[in-house]
Structure formats: C-alpha cells, structure tokens
C-alpha cells in the first residue's frame, strides 16, 4: 500500500474480474501461429492486474490527479513556454477531414489538407520574415539539425567545405552544440558581456574562414533582448557565415519583431511552445524550419507548393537534403497551430507578446527583493533569479524547486543557463491571470523567508507530494533495469 493509502493496481486485482467485454467473432478465425513465428509468441500468461472496467478508470483517475500539467496548475518552465492549450485546437484537429485521412491518400483528394498545410507556411513565413518554411520536423531540436545541415548543404554546394564550425553563445539550449555535432559540426563558445549579452569583441574573435554559422535565439536564453543583432548579423555575413535563429523565445517577439528582419537566415518554430501544441508527455512536437532565398533549393524533399488551383507536393528538389521525417510532418500538431493563428488573427497574436513581456517583468521586479537578480533590466518572456542568497543560509535552489511541489506548483527551471550560479529561470507566459502570478510569487518570498528563518524545512522538501525527494544523482547513475524472472509472482518485475 502506498502513503496515500491508495492501493497498486496489483494489490486491488482479484482473480476473474474483467474490464471489457467484446463481441463473439463473425470472422473466421486464424490460428496465431499462421501469422506469428513461434518464437515471438508467449508461452505463458501475461502477468496482468484483474479489475474491473470501474476500478480501472477510478485507478487512471486517481493516477492523473497525481500529474502536473498546463491544465492542472502553473507551469513557469522557463525557455519551455508551457503555456494553455485551447481546446478549440482540439476539436478542430479532430474533424473527420483531418483526424481520418491517410498519408499515402492521392493528393487529390486530401487537398484540403494540403491547403491548410500551405496556408500555415505562409503564415509562418509572414510571422518570421522568412522566404520558405518546411513543415517536417517532428520538434525544435529536430529542426535545428535540419536547419543546420541545410546550412551545411549551401557551404558544400558552394565548394567551401572548410566551413565547419557552428558558434553558439555562453548561455546557449543544450540541444544548439548538440545539434550542431549530429549534423557533424563542430562548436566554438563566444562569451556573453556584463549585460548578459553576446560580447562583439569576443565574436569577433572566434568568428573567421571556418565559420559555417551562429546559432542565437533573441531574446536570448537569459531573457534579454539581443539591442546589437544588426551588427552581430553584418559580422556572421561578412565572414561568409548564416545567421540561424532558435525560435524557443518567439513568444517574446510575436508580431512585434521578425528573425527575418534582424538578419537570421535560418530559423525554427516550436509549434508546441508559442504556438500551443500539446507540449511534452501530452505532444508530439512540431519544429518547422523557415530559410531566407539562398537556402531554399536546400529544403526538405517533398515541398508543399501551390500551382493554380491545387496544391501540390513537389519532389523534384535536385539539391535537397532529403526527407527528415516519414510523410509530411506531426500534421495534428501543424493543425492545432494553424487553427491558433486564424483565432488569434494578427493583432491577437502581438497582444500575446505585450501580455508575455508584461507577466514576466511583474514577476521579477515582485520578487527581485527576495532573490539575487544577476541581470538587473527589463526583461522579454523570461526571467533568470539566483538563490546564492539562499545558498549562503545552506539551502539550494534544487530544495527551492523541491519545496514549491508542497503548494501544488511545478518548479521552474533550475541550474540553467549555466552562467548563472544557482539559477531559477521564470517564464509565466500570456496565458497566466495576475492572481495566478500573485500566488506563485507570494510562495517564492514565503519560501525565500523560510530558508532564513527554517531551512530544514526546504532543505528536506517535499512533504506532501506522494513520492518523496529522489536521488537523482543515484538514479542518473544507476537505473533501475527491469529484467525478466520467471517465476516471479504477479505484480513484480
């Protein structure tokens, strides 16, 4: 029995109970073995809980309310922009036309389709100032693979195969030197200055000859607006070098500033983030990929294109870097986005951005009195707060995160960016009333107080979660394997 008294599955399964009950066959029946080699079928009973179809879902009910999701509570997971889901996006992705069609279907006669696929690249085409989208990739480290080997492609097509090197700034997404190595480039570090900005002199530094290109999302991973992006542009173009754009902050820009216009010449989109797909467990993802003129010829085979009155899938891309995905991307996502942009229409979508940038800052000026704020100015979407503070009292920033389970609030990212000591990063989203802001707020200054006055309180939470704190370190390092007994009684592994 586990600490809430709520028993395992296992433990309330009796023997001859069902949960369904299907209709007799009105086929004719194959043997198994007809269909299956022997060696792939079980010789004995699956160890399976016996329940009934009320105990079964009073189980998933009592499950689900033990999760955490963006229905369910705040979720101020910087960088991940995990904000509301409109059902509205659901019920549409769910119309017969675009739930029950097939991929290998003739193009005529999913055309429908296909048009809301081209109309949403010309949406997004319009939103990044780019001059053509893909919308294959399956999430946003996916596209900046695809985005950076499209970069790749231009260079070598080209003859310039000297360009190897991908710079990627100090406070950088783990997946921008990771994607880089995957599309085999290597990375250089360029610094970040007092401001939390790129530092020019140090660009200048590392950029030269082997140069392919510089990966920076804007604001950037600190929350801070990129004010030299023009000249940090003109120094990637000059040394030969593409400007590529990590659309995981386009929340803070929406409709007010485009990648296009700052000089980027890549950029991807995280449908799931700023444009409310489904995100994380409840996914999947969606990373299109928009490219200035030159990068077109490069785009992921087949392209979406509109010839007269049809739409049309076009394979005939000589210099392509081929298909990054089966079919035509996670359509059910591109769907809930497009269905986004058409409700939110143009001036809904820059309202987005105002009430983003106006959260985030509320928050952090509410809480800078009580938490070291290491970069001291206006922020974007997102903020960055230190607990050295706290720190010096003996109470980290991981048992912050950890005590904020016990009031019903998903932490915030912790110890990222790595340049900043005992990070918290904050991104409260448009989508959050005041008085969730408020609330979230007056719990980080309680806790801030208790580190002061109880830190054992912090330093042992949580307390009221059903599972206790973890080991991460221990679970890193040595998981917990199933492996096969075969003897072992039903509900073990």
Partial sequence: MNKQNQPLIFESSTEGRIGYSLPEMDVEQVQIEELIPSAYIRQTEAQLP???????????????KRNHGV????????????KYNPKINENVARFNGFANIHPLQDESTVQGALELLFDLQESLKEITGMDEVTLQPAAGAHGEWTGLMMIRAYHENNGDFGRTKVIVPDSAHG???????????ETITVKSNEQGLVDLEDLRRVVGDDTAALMLTNPNTLGLFEEQILEMAEIIHNAGGKLYYDGANLNA????????DMGFDVVHLNLHKTFTGPHGGGGPGSGPVGVKSDLIPFLPSPVIVKEEDKIKLDY????????????????GINVRAYTYIRSMGPDGLKAVTEYAVLNAN????????YYDLPYD??????FVLSGRRQKKLGVRTLDIAKRLLDFGYHPPTIYFPLNVEEGMMIEPTETESKETLDGFIDTLIQIAKEAEETPEIVQEAPHTTVIKRLDETLAARKPVLRYKRESA?????
Wanted: glycine share 8%.
């Fill in 71 to 82: 229905d369910s509570g705040f979720y101020p997971l910087g960088s991940c922009t995990m």
């Fill in 362 to 369: 509320y928050m952090m000026r509410k809480l800078a009195p």
């Fill in 489 to 493: 009684p039903v509900g073990t592994v």
């Fill in 253 to 260: 820009v929406l409709s007010k500033a485009r990648p296009g």
């Fill in 50 to 64: 016996e329940a009934s179809e009320l105990d079964i879902m009073r189980h998933y009910t009592a499950l689900s």
């Fill in 377 to 382: 100015r206006h922020c974007k979407h997102e």
């Fill in 316 to 331: 005939n891309r000589p210099l392509t870097i081929g298909r990054v995905k089966p079919f035509y991307g996670n359509f």
């Fill in 175 to 185: 997946t921008n030197p990771a994607s880089a190595t995957v599309a085999g480039l």
